[in-house]
């Protein structure tokens, strides 16, 4: 578990929204908590109300739009989606992310 | 871009903060009920899966605090709290956001004003493309005057000569014509120019077509006309059909060809020209063949474009060899005659030479008056700031910065200063469309004082500078508050140190406004002085009407008898004395002048015949105005046609050239006509003829039945009521010549008001005295503000007095102690600073007479008495005041 909660990049975890609106199609705050928690087998838990501050990031940007909508249990719910902005921005930065954790696996793993 | 989207986005999102407020709220709430919902689901209870869920949220407000960062942008918000906080203290103390907008407000508006102006004369270029590569020609006599205008043969000499100097070289004659047209007919201001005027300015007309470069090279063709703009717009309705249209110029059919470009007046400065005709057709309007080789008559102004790569150095020295040329080819006429050239923005104003020092100079003063405003606002902001001093602590204890503070200040004065901005601008907006109606020499001047981005750039200028100075005093003093003040309750004394520098302040305010003062109490003397002055003639109960019978298409024997019959009819008038015409007449706008050869002078080797001013008058016209006659005899009606030419003169002409002589019986030649020698038959005193404070001009006047010209000016002398007169004459010009437009219809009293040197010195006048008024009224509101706030201060201190038996007038000498201690220092610093001036405001103004002491006197006692008053005000105030009240108010 070592991870501690506030130790997650800034960045990792705009990755992670757009990369779970990609997966999930348009969602809202707490489906987007469920799902992070859900692939990473809860090894990273986060404060769930973080997750907040880093949509409205994300949408001031552009790379995903909101609207109110209704869930399937009646209850009104703001939804996010990914926006074409948000889907390029998601290509460009999952190249980055695996050639920085390729460069980091080739570091720790090499030997003198 | 990224970053201008989230910032785009912040200000969305500020401008929509509650609505994106509760909509967190919702959906915190709706996650929060989701996660439970969940957790129940797990199997916990209700009250455990709700406790679980808010858990693992961490903490709802620290989100939703987060979350309103990253949503607004920080400066942004808090310089909104400022505006709002400021505000907010505007609304509680109404009396002092009223005074401090509004005399920031006129010293703003009277700056604007003035720099309007001054833009209009001096700075703004002609609306044309490239126009500061226009020059306007003129020349220079030898020992004579200098001469704005050009013989038709000089110009056409002079183009040709500088064909490689100049793009192209124009002219045009200013002319005052008839236009009829749909059965009326109007006295217009005209343009006769040469082909290339338009498509040597490079303009375009707004409707048809422009006078073309190969129209106005024959005497009498091209009957073409091209309206001015405005003109088109007010009588023809902006009617596009009227191009093709015929109508009359001084009875002569002309077509309408064209419209002027929108913003076009004509290349003059202050007139709007109403219509554009070809050179060609001037002798309409001149009276003579207007493309003649006659050089004596000089009617033509000429405007021309550097050629690209020549510089106006290299123009002035090109029309000097030009000179010397055409000097040699016709001694006569253009001897010790030097052409030159002037950039068209510094020669667009005629005699415009001392304006750029008066422009300077009511600069200078206005930018004093907006200091005396500034400095009144600083004081008033620094009692704010005394009296918010206990704020001030207070919001520094709790951690305020100084520069937090500092931004506060800053943001209440730069407030004010944009509203205070606002009022300038409409208060300016408002004096110059009052100056708009000025008439000068019976026309309607055309003053152009619109917003263009020199005045924006000005007024802006002025504004911020003003923001600055009365933002920057109190901020930096009410800043360095220590908290010491909070321990001390007293918290609203001032110090000593800021009792006395608003103390200087306010001293340096009366120093200032005496001075404008000064300036103002000067120019309304000299106008006093100017209008009292001994004109030489009687202008009392003379009234004028401007007529050209030619303007409904009479020829010169229907117009002899139209002015003889007029005369005839009017004299008859119970209402009217005596009548008479002129072509000009004293102070008329009309100057004449005209090269002559008076009878056995030599004049000085290297030049040519001198130029003197001429009128032409009916008899009667010199009795009519009580023109004292010296020697000889008046004119005749059997002066006419058929008789010897004769001739007047006056003392100044008769002296300069027959000095000691007599001068009945000379005789004298007019150079354009060199065949006819004149007779001098009276001898008339002088009088004030080309402006009121002139030197003695020398005049010759000849009789109208013998140099007929159309254009005259009746003047009557009439009996009791002024508009009862000027009706009835009217009427019988209207039965003799139905249509016929008459302008200039004003008393002689009028005329001179409106007459070239009056209407510039009732401007500076104006501006002085409002300039002066202001400065005094805020130097007043100094005064009181200061005493009164010392007096209120001080209400322990008087209440401890009076307790101890003081009696109220020794409170009276402590509270007015201190007013008259600014007048002891302030007025003799004014007075030497008046002293400082008022030579400079002399050599600027040459209408201006000395200081004398008399008017100094009145001034210190003006300003000493009102200073009184606005110091006994306060003082009347803490006398009232009773020991008990005085210091319960601790």
Same mark, same amino acid.
């Given at each position: 578990?070592?991870?501690?909660?506030?130790?997650?990049?800034?960045?990792?975890?705009?990755?992670?929204?757009?990369?779970?609106?990609?997966?999930?199609?348009?969602?809202?705050?707490?489906?987007?908590?469920?799902?992070?928690?859900?692939?990473?087998?809860?090894?990273?838990?986060?404060?769930?109300?973080?997750?907040?501050?880093?949509?409205?990031?994300?949408?001031?940007?552009?790379?995903?739009?909101?609207?109110?909508?209704?869930?399937?249990?009646?209850?009104?719910?703001?939804?996010?989606?990914?926006?074409?902005?948000?889907?390029?921005?998601?290509?460009?930065?999952?190249?980055?992310?695996?050639?920085?954790?390729?460069?980091?696996?080739?570091?720790?793993?090499?030997?003198? | 871009?990224?970053?201008?989207?989230?910032?785009?986005?912040?200000?969305?999102?500020?401008?929509?903060?509650?609505?994106?407020?509760?909509?967190?709220?919702?959906?915190?709430?709706?996650?929060?009920?989701? /996660?439970?919902?969940?957790?129940?689901?797990?199997?916990?209870?209700?009250?455990?899966?709700?406790?679980?869920?808010?858990?693992?949220?961490?903490?709802?407000?620290?989100?939703?605090?987060? %979350?309103?960062?990253?949503?607004?942008?920080?400066?942004? /918000?808090?310089?909104?709290?400022?505006?709002?906080?400021?505000?907010?203290?505007?609304?509680?103390?109404?009396?002092?956001?009223?005074?401090?907008?509004?005399?920031?407000?006129?010293?703003?508006?009277?700056?604007?004003?003035?720099?309007?102006?001054?833009?209009?004369?001096?700075?703004?270029?002609?609306?044309?493309?490239?126009?500061?590569?226009?020059?306007?020609?003129?020349?220079?006599?030898? #020992?004579?005057?200098?001469?704005?205008?050009?013989?038709?043969?000089?110009?056409?000499?002079?183009?040709?000569?500088?064909?490689?100097?100049?793009?192209?070289?124009?002219?045009?004659y200013a002319g005052l014509d008839g236009l009829s047209a749909e059965g009326h007919a109007d006295r217009i201001m005209t343009h006769y120019?040469?082909?290339?005027?338009?498509?040597?300015?490079?303009?375009?007309?707004?409707?048809?077509?422009?006078?073309?470069? +190969?129209? #106005?090279?024959?005497?009498g063709?091209?009957p073409v006309l091209v309206l001015g703009?405005?003109f088109w717009?007010a009588r023809f309705?902006?009617?596009?059909?009227?191009?093709?249209k015929k109508v009359l110029i001084n009875g002569h059919p002309v077509t309408v060809?064209?419209?002027?470009?929108?913003?076009?007046?004509?290349?003059?400065?202050?007139v709007d020209i109403q219509a554009f005709l070809p050179?060609s057709l001037a002798s309409s309007s001149a009276g003579f063949?207007s493309?003649?080789?006659?050089?004596?008559?000089?009617n033509?102004?000429?405007?021309?474009?550097?050629?690209?790569?020549?510089?106006?150095?290299?123009?002035?020295?090109?029309?000097?060899?030009?000179?010397?040329?055409?000097?040699?080819?016709?001694?006569?006429?253009?001897? #010790?005659?030097?052409?030159?050239?002037?950039?068209?923005?510094?020669?667009?104003?005629?005699?415009?030479?001392?304006?750029?020092?008066?422009?300077?100079?009511?600069?200078?003063?206005?930018?004093?008056?907006?200091?005396?405003?500034?400095?009144?606002?600083?004081?008033?902001?620094?009692? $704010?700031?005394?009296?918010?001093?206990?704020?001030?602590?207070? !919001?520094?204890?709790?951690?305020?910065?100084?520069?937090?503070?500092?931004?506060?200040?800053?943001?209440?004065?730069?407030?004010?200063?944009?509203?205070?901005?606002?009022?300038?601008?409409?208060?300016?907006?408002?004096?110059? +469309?009052?100056?708009?109606?000025?008439?000068?020499q019976g026309v309607p001047?055309?003053?152009?004082?619109?917003?263009?981005? !020199?005045?924006?750039?000005?007024?802006?200028?002025?504004?911020?500078?003003?923001?600055?100075?009365?933002?920057?005093?109190?901020?930096?003093?009410?800043?360095?508050?220590?908290?010491?003040?909070?321990? *001390?309750?007293?918290?609203?004394?001032?110090?000593?140190?800021?009792?006395?520098?608003?103390? &200087?302040?306010?001293?340096?305010? &009366?120093?200032?406004?005496?001075?404008?003062?000064?300036?103002?109490?000067?120019?309304?003397?000299?106008?006093?002085?100017? $209008?009292?002055?001994?004109?030489?003639?009687?202008?009392?109960?003379?009234?004028n009407f401007s007529m050209d019978p030619h303007h409904v298409g009479y020829n010169e024997t229907q117009g002899r008898q139209f002015y003889q019959e007029l005369l005839? *009819?009017v004299?008859?008038?119970?209402?009217?004395?005596?009548?008479?015409i002129a072509i000009s007449g004293?102070?008329s706008p009309i100057?004449?002048?005209?090269?002559?050869?008076?009878?056995?002078?030599?004049?000085?080797?290297?030049?040519?015949?001198?130029?003197?001013?001429?009128?032409i008058?009916s008899?009667?016209?010199?009795?009519?105005?009580?023109?004292?006659?010296?020697?000889?005899?008046?004119?005749?009606?059997?002066?006419?046609?058929?008789?010897?030419?004769?001739?007047?003169?006056?003392?100044?002409?008769?002296? !300069?050239?027959?000095?000691?002589?007599?001068?009945?019986?000379?005789?004298?030649?007019?150079?354009?006509?060199?065949?006819?020698?004149?007779?001098?038959?009276?001898?008339?005193?002088?009088?004030?003829?080309?402006?009121?404070?002139?030197?003695?001009?020398? %005049?010759?006047?000849?009789?109208f039945?013998?140099?007929y010209v159309p254009i005259q000016t009746l003047r009557?002398?009439?009996?009791?009521?002024?508009?009862?007169?000027?009706?009835?004459v009217r009427k019988e010009i209207a039965n003799l010549a139905p249509g016929l437009p008459v302008a200039g219809m004003e008393?002689? *009293?009028?005329?001179?008001?409106? +007459?070239?040197?009056? &209407?510039?010195?009732?401007?500076?006048?104006?501006?002085?005295? &409002?300039?002066?008024?202001?400065?005094?009224?805020?130097?007043?509101?100094?005064? %009181?503000?200061?005493?009164?706030?010392?007096?209120?201060?001080?209400?322990?201190?008087?209440?401890?007095?009076?307790?101890?038996?003081?009696?109220?007038?020794?409170? $009276?000498?402590?509270?007015?102690?201190?007013?008259?201690?600014?007048?002891?220092?302030?007025?003799?610093?004014?007075?030497?600073?008046?002293?400082?001036?008022?030579?400079?405001?002399?050599?600027?103004?040459?209408?201006?007479?000395?200081?004398?002491?008399?008017?100094?006197?009145?001034?210190?006692?003006?300003?000493?008495?009102?200073?009184?008053?606005?110091?006994?005000?306060?003082?009347?105030?803490?006398?009232?005041?009773?020991?008990? +009240?005085?210091?319960?108010?601790?």
């Amino acid at each position: 578990m070592g991870q501690s909660k506030s130790d997650v990049l800034q960045g990792t975890l705009d990755l992670m929204i757009l990369k779970t609106l990609d997966t999930l199609g348009a969602m809202h705050g707490w489906g987007i908590a469920q799902r992070i928690r859900q692939v990473s087998e809860d090894l990273l838990q986060l404060n769930q109300g973080t997750l907040y501050p880093a949509l409205l990031r994300v949408e001031q940007k552009g790379w995903i739009a909101s609207e109110w909508k209704v869930t399937e249990n009646n209850r009104r719910a703001k939804y996010y989606a990914l926006t074409p902005d948000g889907k390029k921005q998601l290509e460009a930065e999952k190249l980055e992310w695996e050639r920085f954790a390729g460069v980091m696996a080739r570091m720790l793993n090499a030997t003198e | 871009m990224t970053w201008l989207r989230v910032f785009s986005a912040r200000i969305r999102a500020m401008l929509n903060a509650r609505r994106l407020d509760r909509e967190l709220e919702e959906e915190l709430r709706s996650h929060i009920e989701m /996660e439970t919902e969940a957790n129940i689901g797990r199997g916990m209870s209700p009250a455990q899966a709700r406790r679980q869920a808010l858990l693992e949220f961490g903490g709802i407000s620290q989100t939703a605090e987060l %979350y309103r960062e990253g949503r607004t942008i920080a400066w942004l /918000e808090a310089l909104g709290e400022d505006v709002r906080f400021a505000l907010r203290g505007f609304a509680r103390a109404p009396g002092f956001t009223a005074v401090a907008i509004l005399s920031l407000g006129l010293g703003i508006g009277v700056n604007v004003a003035i720099f309007s102006m001054i833009n209009m004369l001096l700075l703004r270029p002609l609306p044309v493309p490239d126009a500061s590569r226009l020059v306007v020609l003129g020349s220079q006599q030898k #020992g004579g005057f200098p001469m704005p205008a050009f013989a038709y043969a000089d110009y056409r000499d002079i183009r040709e000569q500088t064909a490689a100097t100049f793009s192209g070289l124009l002219a045009y004659y200013a002319g005052l014509d008839g236009l009829s047209a749909e059965g009326h007919a109007d006295r217009i201001m005209t343009h006769y120019v040469t082909g290339n005027y338009f498509t040597l300015l490079g303009l375009q007309p707004a409707l048809g077509r422009v006078i073309l470069p +190969s129209e #106005g090279k024959v005497e009498g063709a091209d009957p073409v006309l091209v309206l001015g703009y405005s003109f088109w717009k007010a009588r023809f309705a902006s009617d596009p059909n009227v191009i093709g249209k015929k109508v009359l110029i001084n009875g002569h059919p002309v077509t309408v060809v064209g419209v002027g470009p929108r913003n076009f007046h004509g290349v003059q400065a202050l007139v709007d020209i109403q219509a554009f005709l070809p050179l060609s057709l001037a002798s309409s309007s001149a009276g003579f063949p207007s493309l003649s080789d006659i050089r004596s008559i000089r009617n033509l102004y000429v405007m021309g474009r550097l050629a690209p790569g020549v510089s106006l150095d290299q123009a002035q020295s090109k029309l000097k060899i030009v000179s010397q040329h055409l000097a040699a080819d016709h001694p006569n006429d253009l001897a #010790g005659v030097t052409i030159t050239a002037q950039p068209q923005i510094s020669g667009k104003i005629p005699n415009g030479e001392g304006l750029p020092a008066a422009a300077a100079f009511f600069l200078a003063m206005a930018a004093l008056v907006l200091v005396l405003a500034c400095i009144n606002l600083a004081n008033l902001l620094m009692v $704010r700031a005394g009296a918010r001093q206990k704020e001030t602590a207070m !919001r520094a204890a709790l951690g305020g910065s100084r520069i937090r503070l500092v931004r506060q200040f800053l943001t209440e004065s730069f407030l004010l200063t944009i509203f205070g901005a606002v009022t300038g601008v409409f208060l300016s907006v408002w004096t110059c +469309s009052a100056l708009g109606t000025l008439k000068a020499q019976g026309v309607p001047l055309y003053l152009d004082l619109s917003f263009d981005g !020199r005045v924006l750039a000005f007024t802006a200028g002025a504004s911020i500078f003003a923001g600055l100075m009365l933002g920057l005093i109190p901020a930096l003093r009410g800043s360095r508050t220590n908290l010491a003040v909070l321990a *001390r309750d007293g918290g609203q004394r001032l110090s000593g140190s800021r009792q006395r520098m608003r103390s &200087v302040l306010v001293m340096g305010q &009366v120093a200032a406004s005496f001075v404008l003062l000064l300036v103002a109490a000067l120019l309304i003397n000299s106008l006093e002085i100017t $209008r009292r002055t001994d004109l030489g003639f009687d202008p009392h109960n003379i009234a004028n009407f401007s007529m050209d019978p030619h303007h409904v298409g009479y020829n010169e024997t229907q117009g002899r008898q139209f002015y003889q019959e007029l005369l005839r *009819r009017v004299r008859g008038l119970p209402e009217v004395e005596s009548a008479g015409i002129a072509i000009s007449g004293p102070l008329s706008p009309i100057i004449l002048p005209m090269q002559v050869q008076p009878e056995g002078y030599e004049f000085p080797k290297g030049q040519s015949a001198p130029t003197v001013f001429y009128d032409i008058v009916s008899p009667g016209f010199f009795q009519t105005l009580r023109i004292p006659l010296v020697r000889g005899r008046q004119f005749r009606s059997s002066d006419n046609q058929n008789a010897p030419l004769v001739a007047m003169v006056n003392q100044a002409l008769a002296d !300069r050239y027959w000095p000691g002589q007599n001068p009945i019986g000379k005789k004298i030649l007019r150079t354009p006509d060199p065949t006819h020698w004149l007779e001098v038959v009276g001898v008339l005193k002088d009088v004030r003829y080309l402006a009121v404070p002139e030197l003695r001009q020398p %005049y010759v006047f000849f009789p109208f039945e013998q140099s007929y010209v159309p254009i005259q000016t009746l003047r009557v002398r009439y009996r009791g009521a002024t508009d009862t007169a000027m009706a009835e004459v009217r009427k019988e010009i209207a039965n003799l010549a139905p249509g016929l437009p008459v302008a200039g219809m004003e008393t002689m *009293r009028q005329q001179i008001e409106s +007459s070239a040197g009056f &209407v510039g010195l009732r401007l500076e006048t104006g501006f002085a005295t &409002v300039l002066g008024l202001l400065g005094l009224a805020l130097a007043l509101l100094g005064i %009181y503000g200061v005493v009164s706030y010392t007096a209120a201060q001080r209400t322990h201190e008087i209440g401890v007095r009076l307790t101890l038996g003081a009696s109220a007038h020794d409170i $009276r000498k402590l509270v007015l102690g201190r007013g008259l201690l600014i007048i002891c220092i302030g007025l003799p610093a004014g007075l030497l600073l008046a002293f400082a001036t008022a030579p400079i405001l002399r050599s600027l103004l040459p209408g201006v007479r000395a200081t004398d002491p008399w008017m100094l006197s009145m001034l210190i006692v003006l300003l000493s008495s009102v200073t009184l008053v606005a110091c006994y005000i306060p003082a009347r105030r803490a006398m009232r005041a009773d020991a008990s +009240s005085a210091l319960r108010n601790e």
